[in-house]
């Protein structure tokens, strides 16, 4: 029996489950683990208006359609994330934001982590490099094994 999944995820990484990428079937074998109701996938409650701005953007470039957004929201929405409220973790995003130049933001999904103690998964390569020397476990999307899926 392997041990559940637990993991921080960033906008970077989802939005390549709704908008085709070469790292889609990757991101989509990563949300399979959603199944297992063990599986532990933690997000910042800003995670949601990120993830829409990001597909909003795909619409102003015309890549994608309204029609599309809402249901890829309404898809979103459903997913079972555990979802902590960045009220809990400003003080400390800022801090780490501050410290390492970064966006607060990215220290909300940073401290998250560290709150967790999961491992954050990002495609920010600034973020990585940036957190690379740290004793955050933040990890890039490209570098991350997801582990096989058991079925139950």
Known sequence: ??????????????IKYFISD????????????????????FVPDLFY???ANALWKYVRARMYTGAEVQAD?????AFPLRV???ADLMADAVTIALNYGISAYDGSYVTLSQ??????????????????????????????????????
């Open 1 to 14: 029996m392997s041990i559940p999944l637990k993991c921080v995820v960033d906008t970077s990484v989802c």
């Open 22 to 41: 070469p790292l889609t079937p990757k991101v989509n074998q990563l949300f399979d683990h959603l199944a297992n109701p063990q599986t532990e996938m």
């Open 49 to 51: 208006i990120e993830c």
């Open 73 to 77: 929201l309404a898809t979103l929405k």
């Open 84 to 86: 902590v409220s960045t």
């Open 115 to 152: 709150e967790v103690g999961a491992t954050l998964l990002t495609l920010d390569g600034k973020l990585v490099k940036a957190l690379n020397a740290s004793s955050y476990n933040v990890c890039s999307f490209n570098d991350f094994e997801v582990p096989p899926l058991e079925l139950m």
